[in-house]
């Protein structure tokens, strides 16, 4: 985190999905990561605002409410909610490990 009222999240973005989702976890430069799949490809900045746009969905805050603080022209992007929800971190940990679940089956 970069500010007490921020909540910085590590994202790996992949442009050119066939199906826009969110959810599993990549081991990137920032730590652990959550995959954003979008179906926006990477030009003029399309895939990283309809990334911003998926990660703030997932939780539940305004497009608004997100903002870019590393990455932008990278696959590897830390964004920040500026006023989280007070459930952001279990919603992480959920988003995170939704690819494990698929996986296993369960």
Known sequence: MTDSHEFVVPVRVKPGASRPRVGG??????????????????VDGRATQAALDAVAAAFGVRPSGITLRAGRTSRDKLVALTVPPPDA??????????????????
């Not at 988003?95 to 369960?106: A, C, K, S, T």
């Open 25 to 42: 976890s990549h081991d990137g430069p920032y730590g652990t990561a959550l995959i954003v799949a979008v179906s926006a490809r990477a």
């Open 89 to 106: 971190t279990d919603r992480l940990r959920a988003l995170l490990r939704f690819e494990d679940v698929r996986r296993n089956g369960m």
